[in-house]
């Protein structure tokens, strides 16, 4: 009787341990870790923890649809699905006027105009009044915070649905017409092709690593979704700003012209080229900059303190207008740096600064 206890004893016990060592759990574990590594977009890991998809999800889409969806970005306007060709969106604008496609942010959990300048320098991409679409389908919510202030009621739906922002950027910001259904969702499909991956975080190996451990854990799933979340920010946000009070003594910030000189390079002469969404020219010829300097204190839009924190508006005959620059894209010290750069080339000149031009600044217009 004994013996038949222990051994049955003996068979649990090997049995339990058996189930431990190669156990169910773990192999789930095991197939996790194998899951999710840097090359991950950022929207499955969050799906695999349980979050919904957005409703601008696309489920299938071609490799044809997202180039039509670059072309309608970069150029403004692709053959339809049925081969015949489509309108521009806007006659004087692509979304790449005003909107980056690349990353434009070293450190994605915080805005700064500064860093995001020290980048653009870097990379020699523009410097411009639209957020990235790199990384947009990844966003919670658009147009936010003071937009409200210039777009009032048609950003009821759009702050909450990508569809309508596009659409609201589309027949407003571009001063274009209203996309079709199969525009709108190839622009999604290539506006997902570059969200961003877990890499492009700020996600080290040990968080990767505890993230591939737990991910089977539905007592764990908040924690996780926080800790992907924490990673980047889920909107740009954006507060609208005034000239100085005092013009001549401008902002309180003393204005460096080597940060200048990149302001003007990636921002200004973005679209003020030969050419350009603008009429006018400003280019590094002393005569830019001494009509820039000669209206500084004006109480106009000539006055680039007005025009930046302002813009312009559309009007009838004349719908090329210049989008505002909130604190978030250009701040204080940046204009101050600019107005330093530009007195200086209305000056004394400045061949000691660096002079190139953007190369991509150039390419993603189609002008
Ligand atoms: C003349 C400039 C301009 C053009 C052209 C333009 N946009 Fe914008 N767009 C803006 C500005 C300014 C904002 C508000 C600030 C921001 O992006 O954070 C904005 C916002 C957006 C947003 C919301 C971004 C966010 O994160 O809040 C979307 C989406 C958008 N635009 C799509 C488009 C599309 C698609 C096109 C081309 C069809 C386009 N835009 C063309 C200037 C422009
Ligand atoms: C996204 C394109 C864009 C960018 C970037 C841009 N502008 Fe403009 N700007 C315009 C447009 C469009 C107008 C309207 C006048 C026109 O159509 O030529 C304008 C108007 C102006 C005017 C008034 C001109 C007038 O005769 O009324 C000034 C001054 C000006 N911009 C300066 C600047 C400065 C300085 C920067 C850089 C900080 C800058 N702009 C960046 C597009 C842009």
């Not at 799906?47 to 072309?71: C, R, T, W, Y």
């Not at 309180?252 to 921002?267: D, F, I, N």
Request: one cysteine or more; a neutral charge; charged letters at 30%.
């Amino acid at each position: 009787m004994r013996a038949v206890i222990n051994f049955s004893v003996l068979i649990t016990v090997v049995f339990l341990s058996f189930l431990v060592i190669s156990g169910f759990s773990d192999k789930d574990q095991i197939a996790a870790a194998k899951k999710w590594n840097k090359d991950t977009p950022l929207s499955v890991v969050l799906n695999d923890l349980g979050e919904k998809q957005p409703a601008h999800f696309v489920k299938d889409m071609s490799a044809e649809q997202i180039k039509k969806g670059e072309e309608l970005v970069k150029i403004g306007k692709t053959t339809s699905p049925k081969g015949r060709k489509a309108k521009f969106i806007s006659k004087y604008y692509a979304c790449t006027s005003c909107h980056n496609v690349v990353r434009e942010d070293p450190d994605l959990t915080k805005v700064s105009p500064e860093s995001r300048l020290e980048y653009a320098k870097d990379n020699n991409i523009p410097f411009l009044q639209g957020s990235t679409f790199w990384g947009i389908v990844n966003r919670k919510t658009w147009y936010n915070d003071d937009y409200v202030k210039k777009y009032g009621d048609l950003l009821d739906k759009a702050r909450n649905d990508l569809k309508e922002s596009i659409q609201v950027c589309a027949v407003y910001c571009s001063q274009g017409r209203k996309m079709k259904k199969w525009e709108v969702d190839a622009t999604l499909a290539y506006l997902w092709s570059i969200q961003m991956k877990m890499g492009d975080l700020d996600v080290s190996d040990e968080d990767l690593a505890y993230l591939n451990e737990h991910a089977s854990d539905k007592s764990k799933q908040a924690e996780l979704v926080q800790l992907v979340n924490s990673k980047y920010l889920d909107k740009s946000p954006a507060t609208f700003a005034d000239p100085p009070k005092d013009k001549r003594a401008g902002y309180t910030h003393k204005g460096r012209p080597e940060m200048g000189e990149a302001v003007y390079r990636l921002s200004c002469m973005h679209c003020h080229r030969a050419n350009g969404e603008s009429e006018v020219i400003l280019d590094k010829s002393k005569s830019s900059f001494k009509w820039l300097k000669r209206h500084i204190t004006d109480n106009s839009q000539l006055s680039m303190y007005e025009v930046i924190r302002h813009g312009t508006y559309d009007v009838l005959g004349h719908q090329e207008y210049m989008p505002l620059y909130t604190l978030e894209k250009l701040s204080d010290q940046q204009i101050e740096d600019l107005r330093a750069y530009v007195e200086m080339g209305a000056g004394t000149g400045f061949s000691a600064l660096p002079d190139s031009g953007a190369e991509d600044a150039k390419q993603s217009s189609r002008f």
